[in-house]
């Protein structure tokens, strides 16, 4: 039984109409999960705190995962702007690792593929 405090590092997903299962490990596992979990509010780096949200979702939009950017403005000390993302295809979760390393995930599902 997995720890549901430990983070997402492994999805297995279905994106939009298409079939074939997508796996996701590491911070774009993560990432995603985020995403869906936030539904239509989406996600930004000011509430959700990640090294490199930008980068996770560039990847995820490469994958095929149709992920919008809407430009915001925040105020404060260090004002400026950030981007809040949502998903913009459903995306339907087949199975969730936490707690596990992304690294081994991602050679796993590499050597399924082979």
Request: positive net charge.
């Amino acid at each position: 039984m997995s720890d549901l405090s430990a983070p997402v590092t492994k999805m297995v997903v279905r994106i939009g109409d298409n079939p074939t299962p997508r796996t996701f490990a590491g911070r774009f596992a993560w990432t995603l999960n985020e995403l869906v979990q936030a539904g239509p509010k989406g996600i930004t780096s000011l509430e959700n705190p990640a090294p490199r949200i930008s980068h996770y979702i560039m990847i995820l939009r490469r994958a095929g995962v149709n992920i919008s950017t809407e430009d915001e403005r925040h105020p404060g000390s260090f004002s400026g702007r950030h981007g809040r993302y949502r998903l913009e295809v459903p995306v339907t979760v087949l199975e969730t690792g936490r707690g596990i390393s992304g690294r081994k995930v991602a050679a796993d599902a590499r050597r399924k593929a082979a």
